[in-house]
T-cell receptor, first 112, second 112 residues
Framework: AQSVTQPDIHITVSEGASLELRCNYS??????LFWYVQSPGQGLQLLLK??????LVQGIKGFEAEFKRSQSSFNLRKPSVHWSDAAEYFC??????????FGQGTRLTINP | DAGITQSPRHKVTETGTPVTLRCHQT?????MYWYRQDPGHGLRLIHY???????DKGEVSDGYSVSRSKTEDFLLTLESATSSQTSVYFC???????????FGQGTRLTVV
């Protein structure tokens, strides 16, 4: 069965610093991969997605992610974080039949 | 925003009572999903629908039932609420293209 692991439950970075959130997936074929962001008390918003083609995908709010098949990874990056990026981030993989399987989430805290 | 409205947004109920959560969408999306979000578990799929009257179980379906009599409405029923069903419930919709899902704002349910 498909699965997603986000190894970091909580990450703290300083404002202006770079960010990398890790995501590892288990999937037999070429996966559809997603990153979602959830602000406190809100629903999930799609940041970016990978279906095929260029392994470096650009998303909203200055985020990007790189698909690495050899490492079964889809890590999310941002060169310089802003205080408004504080949120919870979820990686997800298509689990068959148009369903998503989510990781446990990574909570991001920004220090001023 | 895919025009998804969840109701109620907050509910407190007693153990053993039935509870129904409603999801209404205005985008005419074919697929609809119910997820629950719990700390340390990310989002887990309860049930989903791939058309009117067409539903299937997800990962954590025990104690839950669903119905979809119209394209725009997807109801989640807790047949006899238990404390373990205290959670935040999210409805999502999808077009069926590349599994991308759009999320509602969530319903916080507390079972006392």
């Amino acid at each position: 069965a498909q699965s997603v692991t986000q190894p970091d439950i909580h990450i703290t970075v300083s404002e202006g610093a770079s960010l990398e959130l890790r995501c590892n997936y288990s999937y037999g074929a070429t996966p559809y991969l997603f990153w979602y962001v959830q602000s406190p008390g809100q629903g999930l918003q799609l940041l970016l997605k990978y279906f095929s083609g260029d392994t470096l995908v650009q998303g909203i709010k200055g985020f990007e992610a790189e698909f690495k098949r050899s490492q079964s990874s889809f890590n999310l990056r941002k060169p310089s974080v802003h205080w408004s990026d504080a949120a919870e981030y979820f990686c997800a993989v298509e689990g068959g039949a148009q369903k998503l399987v989510f990781g446990q989430g990574t909570r991001l805290t920004i220090n001023p | 925003d895919a025009g998804i409205t969840q109701s109620p947004r907050h509910k407190v109920t007693e153990t053993g009572t039935p509870v129904t959560l409603r999801c209404h969408q205005t985008e005419n999306h074919r697929y609809m999903y119910w997820y629950r979000q719990d700390p340390g578990h990310g989002l887990r799929l309860i049930h989903y629908s791939y058309g009117v009257k067409d539903t299937d179980k997800g990962e954590v379906s025990d104690g839950y039932s669903v119905s979809r009599s119209k394209t725009e409405d997807f109801l989640l029923t807790l047949e006899s609420a238990t404390s373990s069903q205290t959670s935040v419930y999210f409805c999502a919709t999808g077009t069926g293209v590349n599994t991308e899902a759009f999320f509602g704002q969530g319903t916080r349910l507390t079972v006392v």
